[in-house]
């Protein structure tokens, strides 16, 4: 094990080990409800429309579709995104303001091999998604957090947190994951005056965006306004994940054809025949419905959840009430560890991701992720109620 | 662009800049015949049969194919590949043994990012892989390098370039790019030999090793009995890169453990439905055939161009005859360019790789990479005709 040690980077030492990953396997059995992972409903996935676009684009395209292709991705699914997004958000991009990345995720990485230096500054939420966590940890930054409020940044904290050499700034402004909470316009505004004219790049993770089942659509913090300005898309929630196909929308073209070099060195470039398919399908059908229809059945599976806990949890529970995207946050009284309460709820058949992954060095929590896309909803009511005992019990 | 400086990781500086790339865009034009890429033959990609798979699998396995998926791979494909690789060269291996990548290009980038730090010692074939080169440098690793000859890598040199705290080596042993040259059995044996007790990485990369068309397959320097062999596998060359689905065959559980945490971190998993139509593929059809297909036209391709040459290039020009894969090498009189030569063969509509960014900081070589799977006979003779007018003159 000592050569073991020796074989290894810094870099992967201090790469938290993969919680949620860990926990999805004990939560495998079949028999539990699990509200611990963050998969989509699978009717997210336009099969049919999607094997008739299979079809089309290998009979149209043959072997476009299975050769090698270039880094930046398919100019015809960038150009779609750039027309979406400039109508939708009032932005003027165009195809160089694209990249295409293997997942949202993927696009963490780049990001973080293009600027991230030993030591330099990382905004993050408190607390922050956790994938963000750990692949940021593996390019050694130093963390700086601030709290989430139920309107968005604490204002005072980012103030302060600015002043550690910040160099990347990183948030989930719409429907946060592990939260659930979105920045209201005013916190947005505010947070833009702050950092106009700092040099650091900001981040905004925008992966729920299109699962909004209440209230309007709110503008990005920096999108067409801040230099440095970054919004993260993903087809992953409303076409499918299986594939693999984010964007980065970056308002810099020189700082993007650096992550592009990235891009080149980590993977060449994204699968292109899931590029021509999610083309191909947006152009054949009618994505507004069936971005309607996945967030009609997700408003009601979050609604479901809302009122099993309003039903069946001690009134000593808090939880958040998301306008949208996949999960809500639940905080416990203080005294009581999430992390120590999961194999009791295991015992129980019901799973969660507790708190603590979420955090940076931060252990036995008070809080909890629930998913609710991936169970009809007597199911989450089912579930619930069996977490509701357990926590009766606290 | 001091700002856009400071915004930049020292990482991305020290990545060389895409050379390929830029060249390839430079030859674009329809009307140039170019050696320069490196695309398999469209021949290699059975698209009718892919076609068959894709409604298969989406019929039969339904939202699993679009879903979110495991982080190591498909477990049927890697029994696939553990069971091929167990009974070609007599190893051992099972699942645990197998990670699938977002392509070879991405197993590169895990392996560096899992074990190299800041100047540890990376040793290389001269020339090597201009994508490895790329890759590492992100990880800001010391090169060290070692000749290669037309049976393998200089010894001498080899154990010279091991006292340099050496953590990981990477080789292409078989059919190697940009040269086409393969290690002798012998020369294998020797750096087996040689490193055998060491407590260093070997990373044998082997992309084109079902691509002989000449001789039999060798065995690997270290699968089967070094304690830290790594080997990289791909079906870019085999069914389609544009799928980007490879993977590494890994002696060391608990190093790969490593590796995985670190593909988690880039991309979660690699595009689950490339994975299931592979195995699937693999599974319905006469794979060794469809191998053959691709070999005997490769061979005719190589052959045409070797004949070409024979024919069109002046006796100082000296190039090497590959027994299989994709390129091959020439090398000019010592005191000409093949960088400034470029341009020239440009004007003549035909395109090359100079050998530049096959080399740690070398410019202005004397040495040329040709690829022969992109074109057909006919083409190759016209082409090699215009770069032998070119030569004749230098």
Redesign the interface.
């Known amino acids: ?1 000592n ?2 040690e ?7 030492k201090s ?1 938290p ?2 919680f949620v ?1 860990s926990i999805l396997k004990t939560a495998a059995d079949p028999n539990v409800i699990s509200f611990a ?4 409903n ?1 009717v997210s ?1 336009p ?1 049919e429309e ?2 008739v676009s ?2 089309r684009i ?1 009979k149209t395209y ?2 476009k ?7 930046a991705g398919l100019p015809e699914l960038r150009q779609y995104i750039a027309n979406r997004y400039n109508k939708k958000f009032g932005l003027n991009l165009d195809i160089d303001n694209i990249l295409i990345t ?2 949202s ?2 696009a963490l ?1 780049l990001i973080g ?5 030993e030591n ?1 500054g990382v905004l993050l939420e408190k607390p922050s998604y956790l ?1 963000a966590i ?2 940021f ?3 050694m930054p130093k963390f700086h957090t601030v709290d989430l409020t139920d309107k968005g940044l604490n204002i005072e904290q980012f103030k302060s947190a600015l002043n550690n050499n910040i ?1 990347l700034m990183y948030a989930i402004p719409e429907f946060q994951n592990p939260t659930g909470l979105t920045y209201s316009a005013e916190n947005r505004e505010e947070i833009f005056e702050i950092i106009k004219d700092k ?1 650091i ?1 900001l981040v905004e993770d925008d992966p729920y965006g299109e699962l909004r089942f209440n209230g309007k659509h709110l503008p990005y913090i920096g999108a067409g306004r801040f230099k ?1 300005s970054i919004v993260l898309g993903s087809f ?1 929630k409303v076409v ?5 196909t984010g964007f980065i929308i970056c308002e ?1 073209k ?2 993007l054809k ?1 992550i592009s ?2 891009k ?11 590029q021509y398919l999610i083309w191909d399908y947006l152009m054949h059908n009618d994505f507004e419905k069936h971005i309607a229809k996945i967030t009609e059945l997700y408003s009601k599976q979050a609604q479901a959840m809302l009122n099993a806990m309003d039903k069946y949890f001690p009134k000593s529970v808090k939880y958040t009430r998301p306008d949208g995207g996949m999960f809500l946050w639940v905080t416990l009284p203080e005294n009581v560890s999430a992390l120590e309460l999961f194999p009791k709820a295991l015992e129980k058949k019901v799973a969660f991701v507790p708190g603590d992954p979420f955090y940076i060095n931060k252990k036995n929590v008070n809080t909890m992720r629930l998913n609710y896309t991936n169970a009809d909803c007597d199911t989450i009511e089912e579930g619930i109620k069996r977490l509701g005992e357990l926590l009766e019990g606290i």
Chains 1, 2 share one sequence.
């Open positions: 094990m050569v073991m020796n074989l290894l980077s810094e870099r992967i790469t080990p993969s990953r992972g963050g998969l989509p699978p996935f099969q999607l094997l299979m079809e290998t043959k072997d579709v299975f050769q090698y292709s270039i880094t293997t997942g995720q993927q990485d091999k293009t600027v991230l230096d330099d994938g750990q692949v940890s593996q390019y160099k040099d790049i440095n992953s499918t994940p299986g594939m693999r810099n020189e700082l650096n070099v990235s080149e060195a980590s993977d060449l470039h994204t699968n292109i025949f899931s």
